[in-house]
Antibody, heavy 119, light 113 residues
Framework: EVHLVESGGGLVKPGGSLRLSCAAS????????MAWVRQAPGKGLEWVSS????????YYADSVKGRFTIFRDNAKNSLFLRMNSLTAEDTAVYYC????????????WGQGTLVTVSS | EIVLTQTPLSLPVTPGEAASISCRSS????????????LDWYLQKPGQSPQLLIY???YRASGVPDRFSGSGSGTDFTLKISRVEAEDVGVYYC?????????FGQGTKVEIK
């Protein structure tokens, strides 16, 4: 069974940094592209970033480009999101999701981790 | 970026009756190279993570009941629930993956009358 478990969320001050992790199990992690999607409190879904299976390709939403970095460790079945220069607008639940194939649909989602940016 | 507009934003439904949600795109989601339309539907049940319902316009994801169906073409798409059940409540989102950035509709909240 596919499992995605996010961690690393928490309270951070504006301008601060945070690294989110997503531990994957139940499938061959190194064969799948992965994505991060976020949801601000009471709001809709926003795609944040995607990474191909070998890390050859990475994509970002304009709202996070230059501040966030997606990366992965296939040996450890883990996906990461490094977030710098955080602002209140980055406050959200961050979900990691598996892409069924490169740039494919998001067929499995984690339970999410909450990031709160506040002074 | 491609803008997806869902209507209605709120949909009260009676169990056993049909329901439909519209998603309109600011540009065509048909990729002529492969003939596929990259429009997906997700359901976020209360307190849960989103789950995939329909992908590439009309293909049901694994385990999704056949009362859910997706249709449309070009820029206009519809998710239909043939007979709503109580477990179908939640927020439904359409999403396009034709072009980066992938974008979602605003969401349609389905609730039981």
């Amino acid at each position: 069974e596919v499992h995605l478990v996010e961690s690393g969320g928490g309270l951070v001050k504006p301008g601060g940094s945070l690294r989110l992790s997503c531990a994957a199990s139940g499938f061959t992690f190194s064969s799948y592209s992965m994505a991060w999607v976020r949801q601000a409190p009471g709001k809709g879904l926003e795609w944040v970033s995607s990474i191909s299976s070998s890390s050859a390709y990475t994509y970002y939403a304009d709202s996070v480009k230059g501040r966030f970095t997606i990366f992965r460790d296939n040996a450890k079945n883990s996906l990461f999101l490094r977030m710098n220069s955080l602002t209140a607008e980055d406050t959200a639940v961050y979900y990691c999701a598996r892409e069924a194939y490169f740039r494919g649909m998001l067929d499995y989602w984690g339970q999410g981790t909450l990031v709160t940016v506040s002074s | 970026e491609i803008v997806l507009t869902q209507t209605p934003l709120s949909l009260p439904v009676t169990p056993g009756e049909a329901a439909s949600i519209s998603c309109r795109s600011s540009q065509s989601l048909l990729v002529s190279d492969d003939g596929n339309t990259y429009l997906d539907w997700y359901l976020q049940k209360p307190g849960q993570s989103p789950q995939l319902l329909i992908y590439s316009l009309s293909y049901r994801a694994s385990g999704v009941p056949d009362r859910f169906s997706g249709s449309g073409s070009g820029t206009d798409f519809t998710l239909k629930i043939s007979r709503v059940e109580a477990e179908d409540v939640g927020v439904y989102y359409c999403m396009q993956r034709v072009e980066i950035p992938w974008t979602f509709g605003q969401g349609t909240k389905v609730e039981i009358k």
